[in-house]
Nanobody, 131 residues
Framework: QVQVVESGGGLVQAGGSLKISCTLRGGNIEDYAMAWYRQVPNKEREGVSCLSWNGDYTFYTNSAKGRFTISRDVAENTMYLQMDSLKEEDTAKYYC????????????????????????WGEGIQVTVGS
């Protein structure tokens, strides 16, 4: 059974950095496109960044470009999101998603993890950026 497990959330001051992780269990990360989404209360979940299943392509929403970096460690079966120059508006619950042979799509600054097959989601971790 495929599962994704997020870790590394917490409280950080504005302007600081945080690296969050997502470990894929029950599958080979090289077969999965993986993405970070985030959600704040009373708003829809939005895609932040996506990494293609072959690891060659990265996608970012406009607010994340230049500040966030998505990457993965194949040996650890883990994806990361390095977040720098954090802003209070980055405060949200961050969710990891994975789709086998899925695709990352980006249009007009909106990032989507697109998959015909079911996607797998973690429970989410809280990232809070204080002033």
């Amino acid at each position: 059974q495929v599962q994704v497990v997020e870790s590394g959330g917490g409280l950080v001051q504005a302007g600081g950095s945080l690296k969050i992780s997502c470990t894929l269990r029950g599958g080979n990360i090289e077969d999965y496109a993986m993405a970070w989404y985030r959600q704040v209360p009373n708003k829809e979940r939005e895609g932040v960044s996506c990494l293609s299943w072959n690891g060659d392509y990265t996608f970012y929403t406009n607010s994340a470009k230049g500040r966030f970096t998505i990457s993965r460690d194949v040996a650890e079966n883990t994806m990361y999101l390095q977040m720098d120059s954090l802003k209070e508006e980055d405060t949200a619950k961050y969710y990891c998603g994975a789709g086998r042979k899925a695709y990352c799509l980006e249009s007009k600054g909106i990032v989507v993890l697109a998959s015909v097959d079911p996607k797998y989601w973690g429970e989410g971790i809280q990232v809070t950026v204080g002033s």
